[in-house]
């Protein structure tokens, strides 16, 4: 039986790559590399102008604290290291480096040389944090970091295969085509946690990936694949752990909390890699597509490619671009650079005409139809909470929870009054953080 949260949307799929094979894209002539793809301390470059370096050096680490390394993905030459505004806003050192098309491999690259068996908890967690693996579902936290700090509190592991968004079929086709480096990175986790059973999770509308998965898992009593509903945000982890395990996660607390610890599955891939090749993580999967693609694809990307280089590649476009989204339709980040940079974190690429635009024909204008709060996947009352937010009315917003938004658009997806809630949430929440943040370096100076 497939099992499911409470609340949550049902979107047109728009899912026009699953069918298409993972095509290895050709190297680029450059890769812009930046120094933060993750949640934490930007790294500092470890290269200068003018270096040579190998695919898969170590360019980029910080000295300590939480962190995620940053290798190249191409052997080349450093042409240069300069600030650039990512998608986040935030202003960021990149490497860009000129591809010699020599692919040099880093001598460091090479398989991990002892069995599972004989491998401690800490090699593991060594090997993850220096193969430079973030959450590559989007959350770009780093992955060693969450090993860590689950460690010795939780009994599930599971590797979230929903891929909710539409248009995302990148996790899609590595079950698919690649099922072996799911299970086998699942294993290393098994390992590294010390537990005897794990959980893939796939929402039912991946049927040949989940029969590629059960292939390879009929005589497996640690691991077996639970199928969940089609529906948003079913990715989302509060809503695959209640449906999986029924336990509801309190808002600001983390799946550990509730003895659950949640891997995006293809940083469970890249997890296998690192300890079958060596290889840390310089490229990824990433899904091209949108109504303005001519040949949407999923490709194999070094980090660092140009968006442009991907699109070119799939045939290049032909409809007017109105927006060009890093991520899914729901969750993703416009973009106002056609050369932006693949990162650790980026699953698509969409490129939307004007027909993805949500025509206004009458000013926004709550009707109280309720839709919002019923399919609210965290059980507020959007309506309220856009209200609010849009009037600054600060104080009542958190009384109404504002903060547990976890800002997954179901609500203004699905609101015939075509009131802009979660963009009002958004942008209240900011404010809230940013007065927090004021207030608590007010009381920290007058402290001195
Ligand atoms: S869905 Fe829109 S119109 Fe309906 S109650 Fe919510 S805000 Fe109002
Ligand atoms: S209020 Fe937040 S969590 Fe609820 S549906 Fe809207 S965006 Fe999603």
């Known amino acids: 039986m497939t099992k499911t949260f409470r609340g949550g ?48 050096q170590l360019i980029g680490a910080a000295e300590s604290g ?6 190249s993905s191409i052997s080349g030459k450093v042409r240069a290291i300069e600030e650039k505004k990512m998608t986040s806003g935030v202003s960021v050192l990149n490497v860009v480096i000129d591809n ?33 693996i973030s959450g590559m579902g989007g959350a770009t936290f780093p992955t060693f970091a969450k090993i860590s700090s689950a460690m010795g509190k939780v009994d599930t592991i599971i590797i979230n295969c929903a891929e909710c968004e539409p248009f995302i079929t ?56 639970e199928v969940l509903k089609t529906k948003y945000p079913q990715g989302d982890e509060r809503q695959i752990i209640y449906a999986l395990t029924g336990k509801e996660l309190p808002m600001g607390k983390l799946p550990a909390e509730v003895g659950c610890v949640i891997f995006n599955a293809e940083t469970c891939s890249s997890i296998f890699n690192a300890f079958a090749t060596g290889m840390p993580l310089i490229e990824r999967i990433v899904t091209v597509d949108g109504d303005c693609v001519n040949a949407p694809k999923n490709l194999l990307v070094p980090i660092g490619t140009p968006y442009s280089v991907l699109i070119d590649y799939c045939g290049g476009l032909k409809k007017t671009p109105w927006k060009i989204v890093n991520g899914g339709p729901m969750m993703g980040a416009a973009q106002w650079d056609i050369n932006a940079p693949v990162t650790k974190g980026t699953s698509a690429i969409l490129v939307l005409s004007n027909d993805f635009d949500k025509k206004y024909e009458m000013d926004p204008c709550c009707i109280r139809c309720g839709r919002c709060v019923r399919g609210c996947p965290m059980h507020l009352m959007p309506n309220y909470l856009g209200i609010f937010a849009a009037r600054n009315n600060y104080e009542l917003a958190e009384q109404f929870d504002i903060m547990s938004c976890v800002e997954c658009g179901s609500c203004s997806y699905n609101c015939p009054g075509n009131v802009p809630i979660v963009q009002h949430i958004r942008a209240a929440k900011g404010e809230i953080n940013e007065r927090k943040r004021a207030k608590a370096a007010q009381l920290a100076a007058s402290q001195k």
């Open 9 to 56: 949307i049902h979107l047109n799929e728009h899912k026009n790559t699953e069918k298409c094979p993972i095509e290895k894209l050709p190297a680029p002539e450059y890769v812009t590399i930046p120094m933060s793809q993750h949640i934490g301390a930007h790294c500092k470059p470890l290269v200068n102008v003018g270096d040579t370096v190998c695919k898969g």
């Open 66 to 71: 939480l962190y995620c390394p940053v290798h």
């Open 100 to 132: 010699d098309f020599e692919n040099r491999l880093d001598p460091s690259v090479k398989p991990f040389e002892k069995k599972l068996a004989e491998t401690s908890s800490e090699e593991i967690i060594e090997i993850v944090k220096n193969a430079g």
């Open 170 to 225: 990148a996790n899609h086709r590595l079950i698919v085509e690649n099922p072996a480096a799911v299970i086998n990175g699942l294993k290393i986790l098994l390992k590294a946690f010390g537990l005897r059973e794990g959980i893939i999770a796939v929402e039912d509308n991946k049927p040949d990936g989940i029969a590629r998965l059960n292939a390879l898992l009929t005589n497996s009593k640690m691991i077996r694949v």
